[in-house]
């Protein structure tokens, strides 16, 4: 027996094309809210993890249900970032269908690109949700061409092509099954719930046989433990029946607790048929991927294919003069115990033990790995890192690497600081078109190498204007040796306190990173060099004294303010031979080797 109380649906979409805000409509416009519960004035609802609001991205995929019409609507929330598509293709095996949102202005970008063969090649039913149509220079009819020209290119069947097309305002709750001529008027997203349950197919889950289950995602509860989450593939499951792993036939559990989503919160059920979402608790040793059965049954469903890190840096210890100031100090296997209990959910990540202390890292791109540094961050650690590298290939006996289409939109009087930049880092131009008379849009075919640092570059240049976005598109033959692009930097000769007459000075020779009273050690990078080599600078001296008047000179001293990079821009940032130390209140460049003198033999020995 199938089941037509329910439809499924992922709602997938670019960074920033709305995805979010539309489900904050659902959710308050389904009564999951009183009218005077806190929920109905906030944005973003979703987006409840500290990182995703400070961002404006969504990282973790989430799922809520709401009610409409006697059908119950499990929706799944998706990041639109390239850089979490380990989040995105885990969840989407969950959905029977999917709202694909493309914003009225941009039209389909290279992440809806991703996302929307992920959907189709899972054979999911698409609602095409033409979002923001009320942008002063929203383009529908060319949006629309657009989007018919992507499906035609990702389509492997017929039907795939047969999909309905509403248009909206998610911030104003709106939506309309035709292009509205004046949408100023009142409106909610009744049209889009009617669509969802006309067009997504219900679960064709079947609830007769034994249970069955693939575990798309994990939480924890500290009361209950660990949660398996995922979509019931067959039968039936309820508190106190006997599973068992389909990999391992040693071992026999117990469900303990099944739940299912109401809102944003889950509620314990007696019993969740074939189709549901469900949370299982009593199975402490399920991983994402794996399948869970009623006892006795070890074949496996098919596990989830999740597409390959593309970058590596190597994370260890803080071992800086400072270690231990302002975070708890960690060792090795703490730190191995902490990321591997990450790669439980993060399943884009990779983890290796490297020769010494350091353990190598690898992520889908900068932003995945800054999150993570991010997190630990924020969770007390001291660490330091290296720059990330690319992980290449040997493919039929020749080294290659990958490479990225890159998307960067920006006000038209940057174009110039976009076609020289991307230029210098090899990058090829594939499209350049102009949005709206105001904007404009390119396309680069690069290496992933040479979009290292390229963000953080492009933020500054810009006046934080760019969006930039990027995904792996294949691999190739390596390429030429990248020209550096970036300078020397002012190194540290001394240790202690900067002042304002030493920062003086080395503002004389480049721009600083630190500012007056800011502690330092030898070997710490304190700013950036005007030339391309490296300048060792004594910014801890004070001025001579030799009156009383110039006594309190040092205090007339103007400096410029120093250049605070972020955790992103400062992983970016860093060369070869030098590494970033991160703690819960600092980053801190420096050297590896912080001894100039050891720095000076080490480059005599390598010449």
Same mark, same amino acid.
């Given at each position: 027996m199938n089941r037509e109380d329910i439809r499924? %649906?992922?709602?997938?979409?670019?960074? !920033?094309?709305?995805? /979010?805000?539309?489900? !904050?409509?659902? *959710?308050?416009?389904?009564?999951?809210?009183r009218d005077n519960e806190e929920e109905m004035q906030e944005t973003c609802i979703l987006d409840s993890n500290d990182l995703e609001r400070e961002k404006g991205i969504t990282i973790l995929a989430k799922n809520i249900a709401v009610s409409y019409r006697g059908v119950k609507i499990n929706i799944i929330d998706t990041p639109g970032h390239a850089d979490f598509s380990g989040e995105v293709e885990r969840t989407l095996g969950m959905a029977d269908g999917a709202l694909l949102i493309i914003d009225a202005q941009e039209g389909p970008m290279p992440q809806t690109r991703f996302v929307l063969r992920k959907a189709i090649e899972l054979n999911l039913k698409i609602i095409v949700v033409i979002n923001k149509i009320d942008k002063p220079f929203a383009s529908v009819a060319e949006v629309i061409e657009k989007t018919n020209d992507l499906f035609l290119d990702l389509a492997t069947?017929?039907?795939? *092509? !047969?999909?309905?097309?509403?248009? #909206?305002?998610?911030?104003e709750g709106k939506a309309f099954a035709d292009l509205p001529q004046d949408y100023s008027g009142s409106g909610d997203v009744v049209p889009l719930l009617d669509a969802i349950i006309a067009e997504i197919p219900a679960p064709k889950n079947d609830t007769d046989g034994d249970f069955k289950m693939v575990i798309s995602s994990l939480d924890y509860n500290p009361h209950i433990g660990r949660i398996l989450i995922g979509k019931v593939h067959r039968g039936t499951v309820s508190p106190g029946l006997k599973v068992n792993l389909t990999h391992d036939q040693n071992k026999t559990y117990t469900i303990e607790s099944v739940f299912v989503s109401q809102g944003l919160a889950r509620k314990q059920v007696d019993k969740a048929d074939a189709g549901d979402i469900v949370g299982l608790t009593g199975v402490d040793e399920g991983n994402i991927g794996q399948t869970v059965a009623s006892l006795g049954d070890f074949e496996s469903l098919p596990a989830i294919s999740i597409s390959e890190p593309t970058l590596h840096m190597d994370i260890g210890p803080n071992t800086s003069p400072f270690a231990g100031r302002e975070g708890k100090p960690s060792t090795s296997r703490q730190l191995e115990e902490r990321l591997t209990r990450e790669l439980e959910t993060n399943l884009s990540?990779?983890? =290796?033990?490297? #020769?010494?202390?350091?353990?190598?890292?690898?992520?889908?791109?900068?932003?995945?790995?800054?999150? *993570?540094?991010?997190?630990? +961050? +924020?969770?007390?650690?001291?660490?330091?890192?290296?720059?990330?590298?690319?992980?290449?290939?040997t493919i039929d006996g020749v080294m290659k690497e990958p490479? =990225?289409?890159?998307?960067?939109?920006?006000?038209?009087?940057?174009?110039?600081?976009?076609?020289?930049?991307?230029?210098? +880092? *090899?990058?090829?131009l594939i499209q350049m078109n102009p949005i709206a008379n105001r904007e404009t849009a390119f396309v680069y075919r690069m290496p992933t190498?040479?979009?290292i640092g390229l963000r953080g570059i492009l933020l500054t240049s810009t006046r934080g204007t760019a969006e930039f976005s990027s995904q792996v598109i294949g691999y190739e033959e390596m390429g030429p040796v990248l020209p550096k692009t970036r300078p020397g930097v002012l190194v540290?000769?001394?240790?202690?306190?900067?002042?304002a007459f030493g920062l003086s000075v080395a503002q004389g020779r480049g721009a600083t990173f630190v500012e007056p009273g800011t502690d330092v050690y030898e070997g710490m990078i304190i700013g950036q060099n005007s030339r391309d080599e490296d300048l060792k600078i004594n910014v801890v001296k004070g001025k001579k004294l030799t009156n009383m008047r110039s006594s309190t000179s040092d205090i007339a001293v103007?400096?410029?303010?120093?250049?605070?990079?972020?955790?992103?821009?400062?992983?970016?940032? %860093? =060369?070869? !031979?030098?590494?970033?130390?991160? /703690?819960?209140?600092?980053? +801190?460049?420096?050297?590896?080797?912080l001894s100039a003198d050891d720095r000076y033999r080490q480059a005599k020995r390598e010449r």
């Open positions: 499924n %649906v992922a709602v997938i979409a670019h960074v !920033d094309h709305g995805k /979010t805000t539309l489900i !904050d409509a659902f *959710l308050k416009q389904t009564h999951v809210f069947e017929a039907h795939q *092509l !047969d999909f309905p097309i509403l248009f #909206a305002v998610g911030r990540l990779r983890l =290796e033990k490297g #020769a010494t202390s350091k353990l190598r890292v690898s992520g889908k791109g900068e932003l995945h790995l800054s999150i *993570l540094l991010e997190t630990l +961050r +924020r969770e007390g650690h001291e660490v330091e890192v290296s720059r990330p590298e690319v992980i290449t290939k490479y =990225e289409e890159v998307s960067i939109t920006v006000p038209s009087a940057y174009d110039g600081v976009i076609i020289q930049e991307l230029g210098k +880092r *090899l990058g090829q190498r040479a979009t540290s000769s001394e240790s202690g306190p900067a002042s103007q400096l410029v303010p120093p250049i605070v990079f972020s955790l992103e821009q400062s992983l970016g940032y %860093v =060369e070869d !031979d030098e590494l970033l130390e991160i /703690t819960p209140k600092s980053l +801190r460049l420096r050297k590896k080797t």
